[in-house]
């Protein structure tokens, strides 16, 4: 079970850092670049 635990841990990081940079480039987007 901890295996298990550790493995849906790790895989929520990766998507949490994944879904971080979608939105720094939606934000990047959004904002008028100067």
């Known amino acids: ?4 635990f550790n493995l849906l ?3 929520l990081e ?3 850092k994944r879904l971080t ?3 720094n480039q ?3 987007s ?3 670049a100067e």
Request: hydrophobic share 25%.
């Open 26 to 28: 939606l934000e990047a």
């Open 14 to 16: 990766s998507e949490r």
């Open 30 to 32: 959004v904002r008028p």
């Open 21 to 23: 940079e979608q939105l």
């Open 9 to 11: 841990r790790s895989r």
């Open 1 to 4: 079970m901890t295996t298990n």
